[in-house]
């Protein structure tokens, strides 16, 4: 998990490792769908309670397109039903072209470079960084 705020934003990048192994029997999701609708709720409440200590703050949730786009796809969906309950402060990042060739499939120095860039963009897009 990466969280970090910077003039009024708060960035969180969570869930990557979640969908990377397939589910197990001991595992307390008993389908993919589960595992998603979990992954969901629990990542809504989340930001609803940074939202209540932090209600002046703008959300940018980060997430790989990476698996098929399953975490971009659901993280998506957060955002959505955010919106829908009435934060509508709140928008999504998603990477792509990671290589993940970092110890242990983490990401690399060039894949932190990556995402440096589209952070720094995406700053510079909505006027929150000035160079």
């Not at 960035?11 to 979990?38: P, V």
Request: include cysteine; glycine fraction near 6%.
């Amino acid at each position: 998990m990466v969280i970090f705020t910077l003039a009024g934003k708060v960035m969180i990048g969570i869930g990557t490792n979640d969908f990377s192994t397939a589910l197990n029997a001991s595992d307390r999701w008993k389908t993919r769908a589960e595992l998603q609708q979990d992954y969901a709720e629990k990542y809504i409440h989340f930001v609803q309670a940074l939202q209540t200590r932090n209600p002046k703050a703008h959300f940018i949730l980060m997430a790989t397109d990476q698996l098929e786009g399953e975490i971009a796809t659901h993280v998506n969906k957060v955002v959505t039903q955010l919106k829908a309950d009435g934060l509508h402060k709140v928008d999504s990042i998603i990477f792509k072209g990671l290589e993940y060739k970092g110890c242990h499939w983490h990401p690399s120095a060039q894949d932190h470079e990556l995402l440096a860039k589209l952070v720094i963009d995406y700053l510079k897009a909505n006027k929150v960084w000035q160079t």
